[in-house]
Nanobody, 119 residues
């Protein structure tokens, strides 16, 4: 069984920084896409950033220039460095990883980590 474990959320003042990490436990999981989504109260879940196994990255317009996604394939870990945080970044952040395991497509979600940015 493969699970995602997230860490790094918390409370920070506007302008501050946080770093989220998400690690896939278990074996035989070939990960293609790693990403972060977020869901603010009363809003739909939205893509924040994603990175493919080839290193291609996509960002939501609202976080471009402030957030950086990266991955460590050897550790099955994806990171989200969040700088210049704004109150509107407050949300539960979810890790997402997609790939194959035993030749079958597998998509996993983390449990979510709360990021609160105070003004």
């Amino acid at each position: 069984q493969v699970q995602l474990v997230e860490s790094g959320g918390g409370l920070v003042q506007a302008g501050g920084s946080l770093r989220l990490s998400c690690t896939a436990s278990g074996s035989f999981f070939s990960i293609n896409v790693m990403g972060w989504y977020r869901q603010a109260p009363g809003k739909q879940r939205e893509l924040v950033a994603r990175i493919t196994s080839g290193g291609n990255m996509n960002y939501a317009d609202s976080v471009k220039g402030r957030f950086t996604i990266s991955r460590d394939n050897a550790k099955n870990t994806v990171y989200l460095q969040m700088n210049s945080l704004k109150p509107e970044d407050t949300a539960v952040y979810y890790c997402n990883q997609q790939g194959t395991r035993f030749l079958k497509y597998l998509e996993l979600w983390g449990q979510g980590t709360l990021v609160t940015v105070s003004s």
